[in-house]
C-alpha cells in the first residue's frame, strides 16, 4: 500500500521531467495515501513560445509519464484523469495509485535522472537499427515518427533552424523571453537554463549577455554588425547537422483540445526516456512547431509583420520538409545523437518548493 512518504519519493523522481525553458509549471499536492493532485499552469501570458498554453501542456503530460514511471519501482500503478472542470490554464489532474500485480519496475525508470538535454554537437555516428526501431515505437500507436538522417536531410533541417533561428533573434517579443531564462554564469540551474548548458562557447556567452542587457543593443548588433550570425552557427546550424537524426512526431489523430497535448507530452518523454536508454542524447527543437502553430491558426506573436511572415514562410517550408499538408499536425521535433554527458543541467526546484502548499510565486 502507498503512503505518505512512498508517495513524496515517486513525486521527488517525477520532478525531474523536462519542461519548456525548465518552467516546471506544476505543483504537488498530495490529497491522500492513494491520491495526488498535480495543480498545472502555464506560461502564455509572458512567454510567446507557449502558444495556447500547449508546450506547458505537453510537459504537464511528461510530468504524468514519469511519475507513472516512477510509481512502477514502489509496486504501484498511478493512473490519472483531467479533472472537470479546470482550465486550459490551470488544469488539475488527479493520479490514483494501485498496488501493482507485475512487481517488476518499468524497464524506463533507470533513465529518469540522466536524461539530460544536450544542446552541444554531437557525433554524426549514425542511428543503428535497434536505436532507430526503439524511438520508432517509443511514443505508441498514436504518432508517426518522422527521421531525417541522411547528410542531405540533417542539411535541409539546419537551413530550416537557420531561418528559425533569425525569427527568435530578431523578435523584439521573444528577446524578454530569452533574457529570463538563461541563469549568466551558471552551471547549474534550479528554475531557468544555466548558461554553460545553452551550447555557445564562453566567448560568445559573454557577448550575449553583454548585448542582451537591452533591445536597442541587440538590434544593433543584428543590423550592422552581423550579430545573430555567431549564435546561430553555434546554436542552430552546427547542432542541426551534427547529430544522428531529427525526429518528428506526427499525432495520427488532429490535435484538439488540451488532453491532446498533454498525451505528447506523454510520448515525448517516452521518446526522449527510450533515447536515453538506447545511449542517445536528445534536444527537443520546439520553436519551428510553435511558430508553425501560430502561423496555421491564423495568429501573429510580433508586433513587427515582417517577423510574422517570415514565421509563415518557415511553416511552408517545414510542411515540405516533412512532406506533409498545411492541416497535417506537428507535436514534437527534436535531434538526437551519440554525445559525452553534458557538463552543464538544469536542476529542479525542491520538492518543498514544488508541494502546493508552499507554492506562492507562480501557482
Ligand atoms: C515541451 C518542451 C519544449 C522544449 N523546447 C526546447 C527547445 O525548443 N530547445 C531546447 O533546447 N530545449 C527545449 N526543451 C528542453 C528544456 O529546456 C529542458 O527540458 C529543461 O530546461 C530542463 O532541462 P533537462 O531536460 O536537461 O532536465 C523543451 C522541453 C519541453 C518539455
Known amino acids: ?22 518552467s516546471q509549471p506544476w505543483r504537488f499536492e498530495i490529497v491522500a495515501d492513494d491520491h495526488i493532485a498535480i495543480h498545472g499552469f502555464d506560461t502564455r501570458d509572458h512567454v510567446l513560445y507557449d502558444f495556447e498554453g500547449h508546450p506547458s501542456h505537453m510537459s504537464h503530460g511528461a510530468l ?19 479533472r472537470p472542470g479546470t482550465s486550459d490554464a490551470r488544469p488539475v489532474y488527479d493520479v490514483v495509485l494501485r498496488q501493482r500485480s507485475d512487481p517488476a519496475a518499468d524497464p524506463l525508470f533507470p533513465h529518469i535522472e540522466p536524461r539530460v538535454v544536450q544542446r552541444r554537437p554531437m557525433h554524426t555516428t549514425p542511428l543503428t537499427r535497434m536505436q532507430r526501431d526503439a524511438l520508432a515505437a517509443a ?4 504518432y508517426e515518427v518522422q527521421f531525417f538522417e541522411s547528410f542531405a536531410e540533417r542539411l535541409k533541417v ?9 525569427i527568435r533573434l530578431t523578435c523584439p517579443e521573444a528577446f524578454e523571453v530569452h533574457r529570463e531564462i538563461i541563469e549568466w554564469g551558471a552551471r547549474y540551474s534550479k528554475d531557468r537554463i544555466p548558461e554553460r548548458a545553452v551550447g555557445v562557447d564562453p566567448a560568445t556567452a559573454k557577448l550575449m549577455k553583454w548585448v542582451m542587457r537591452s533591445w536597442p543593443r541587440v538590434e544593433f548588433f543584428n543590423r550592422y554588425l552581423l550579430g545573430t550570425v555567431p549564435p546561430r552557427v553555434q546554436l542552430d546550424f552546427l547542432p542541426a547537422l551534427a547529430c544522428a537524426a531529427h525526429v518528428l512526431l506526427r499525432p495520427r489523430a488532429p490535435l484538439a483540445d488540451v488532453a491532446d497535448y498533454v498525451a505528447g507530452g506523454v510520448a515525448l518523454q517516452r521518446l526522449w526516456l527510450t533515447a536515453t536508454s538506447v545511449g542517445l542524447h536528445l534536444q527537443p527543437e520546439m ?13 501573429s506573436f510580433s508586433g513587427v509583420a515582417e517577423i510574422n511572415e517570415r514565421a509563415r514562410a518557415l511553416a511552408g ?15 514534437f521535433f527534436c535531434r538526437v545523437g551519440v554525445s559525452s554527458v553534458p ?5 529542479r526546484l525542491s520538492l518543498a518548493e514544488l508541494m502546493a502548499e508552499g507554492a506562492s510565486a507562480r501557482s
Open 1 to 22: 500500500m502507498s503512503d505518505r512518504e512512498t508517495l513524496l519519493k515517486i513525486l521527488d523522481l517525477a520532478r525531474w521531467a523536462p519542461s519548456g525553458d525548465n
Open 64 to 82: 504524468l509519464e514519469t511519475l507513472r514511471i516512477a510509481a512502477t519501482a514502489f509496486g504501484l500503478d498511478a493512473s490519472w484523469t483531467l
Open 139 to 142: 511514443p505508441g500507436p498514436g
Open 158 to 166: 539546419a537551413r530550416l533552424l537557420w531561418d528559425n533561428a533569425y
Open 287 to 299: 520553436t519551428p512547431v510553435i511558430f508553425r502553430w501560430y502561423s496555421r491558426s491564423g495568429k
Open 317 to 331: 517550408d517545414f510542411e515540405a520538409l516533412a512532406g506533409a499538408r498545411e492541416s497535417d499536425d506537428f507535436v
Open 343 to 347: 557538463a552543464s543541467r538544469s536542476h
